[in-house]
């Protein structure tokens, strides 16, 4: 009986062998789905026009069909309003870029955000100016 009692031991051990890892790893598996996971954070946002009231398009320009388009990089503060605008590409006419300049400096932006907070950023703002058809009335002291 002793022989048979001493082989009994030897194949229970290599079984104990392989089950004690195992069970470390669930118990360590468990412990990490019951901790608490932080949500992510969410994804950052880009600025988006809200309010945008169309430039002045000086009437000699109008009247006299000269049009274009200005492309203003524009830096916005947090609260989604430009700090600082500067002429990227000239429509060609200053007077006209003048004008686009003037009036992006009060439009109103909804803010980029970063994780979830209204944040600084940049963009690019085109403004186009196209000639009024029919000409304003105005025009005939122009031509």
């Known amino acids: 009986m002793s022989g048979s009692h001493s082989t009994m031991q030897r194949r229970k051990w290599p079984i104990a062998g392989l089950l004690l890892p195992l069970a470390a790893v669930l118990v360590a598996a468990c412990q990490q789905s019951t901790q608490p996971q932080e949500p ?8 988006m026009a809200q309010e945008t009231p169309p430039p002045d398009y000086p009437p000699e320009y109008a009247c006299k069909q000269i049009g274009g388009t200005t492309v203003l990089n524009v830096s916005l503060a947090a609260n989604g309003f430009p700090v600082q605008i500067v002429v990227f590409k000239s429509s060609g006419t200053k007077a006209l870029d003048d ?18 907070a209204p944040a600084p ?15 304003p009335d105005e025009c005939n002291q122009y031509l």
Do not use: I, M
């Open 99 to 116: 004008s686009a300049v003037t009036a992006v400096k009060g439009w109103k932006f909804r803010p980029a955000t970063v994780r979830g």
């Open 121 to 135: 950023s940049k963009l690019q703002v085109p403004v186009t100016f196209s000639p009024p058809n029919p000409p």
């Open 40 to 47: 992510a954070p969410p994804a950052p946002t880009q600025p």
